[in-house]
């Protein structure tokens, strides 16, 4: 992070994270997990989520990365889901290197905070009368705000739009699925029994007897326990056999049981929804989109002539 407070040169020099508390939604919290450029401002991964943990902040971060590119550094504060061991991992994977805000001392998160305000300024307030009926349509409706609305006002500071400035240089360069799938696995160590075995969060697994008294890193997908790769000092000591398993998913990763969609009658929102899919459908490709026309031509010039930050 740059100590003069200017603006990183270049886009994904530095990406910024944090967590905004959101509407309830069936009696539960939602959290918006976020990720800016700060180069651009651009919001390059979001998530809403019903709980506030290091899964929900992974899902944000790889989906901006698998969209936007790898960025050099990611900055975060001292909030749970952002200290995890399982974080360090995948930017460790990645080549990202991880900085912490010093607790009482949180320098250089102020574009964020503006970004959150007009998050809720902008768009929540359109949902307190007309709430989403679930977290997939309120994930639905903020990515249309975002990619339609957010992305495409030119911003008070940098006198661009958001994706303008993220685009001048071309196309980012993302990583392979391959190698993202690898970074946003989990590793947990363990001392290998006797006999041969490992256990793991109720799970009792078979590894080569060779391994007996070793310590291994057992790398497995949250969701998945039943696929769980061995590594002994970085090698590849093949796969643990499952012999007893009692949870097929980490304790950590529960999944959030969803109540089926709805019908709100949203109107505003709604409007933008049906435009964004409407440009999905023609498979616009957005690395191409600064050879279109600037936003706001040919729409409602009130659009266009408003800003964020």
């Known amino acids: 992070m740059r100590a003069d407070g200017e603006l990183p040169e270049f886009r994904n020099e530095l990406w910024t994270g944090d967590a905004l508390h959101g509407p309830l939604i069936d009696g ?18 979001y998530r809403w989520a019903a ?10 971060l790889r989906a901006g990365i698998a969209a936007r590119g790898v960025p050099k550094a990611v900055y975060v504060d001292n909030g749970s889901p952002f200290v995890s061991g399982q974080l360090l991992r995948s930017c460790a994977v990645l080549g990202i290197r991880l900085i912490h805000s010093r607790p009482g001392r949180p320098e250089g998160r102020g574009k964020i905070e503006r970004a959150f305000r007009t998050v809720r300024e902008q768009l929540l307030v359109e949902l307190e009368d007309r709430p989403p009926a679930s977290l997939e349509e309120l994930n639905q409706i903020f990515q249309a705000w975002v990619e339609q609305v957010y992305h495409r006002r030119a911003h008070s500071e940098t006198g ?76 590849h000591r093949g796969l643990a056999v499952p012999l007893q398993i009692k949870r097929h998913v980490h304790p950590r990763a529960q999944p959030t049981p969803q109540k089926p969609a709805e019908p709100t009658g949203i109107d505003y ?14 498979r616009i490709d957005y690395r191409h989109l600064p050879d279109l026309p600037a936003a706001g031509v040919g729409e409602d010039n009130d659009d266009s002539r408003e800003q964020i930050g």
């Open 28 to 45: 539960r919290r939602t959290f918006l997990f976020c990720f800016l450029d700060d180069h651009s401002r651009l919001l390059v991964g």
């Open 51 to 60: 709980r506030e943990d290091v899964l929900n902040a992974s899902r944000a």
């Open 160 to 235: 661009q739009t958001p994706l303008e400035r993220f685009l001048a240089a071309g196309g980012p360069a993302v990583p392979s699925e391959r190698s993202l799938r690898e970074a946003f696995r989990w590793s947990e160590r363990r001392t290998v029994s006797k006999t041969g075995t490992v256990a793991m969060h109720g799970n009792t697994y078979e590894l080569d007897p060779e391994l007996a008294g070793r310590r291994v890193d057992l790398i497995f997908d949250p969701m998945a326990l039943l696929d769980v790769e061995v590594r002994l000092d970085g090698d």
């Open 269 to 282: 929102l709604g409007l933008i929804r049906q435009r964004r899919a409407q440009e999905l459908e023609r």
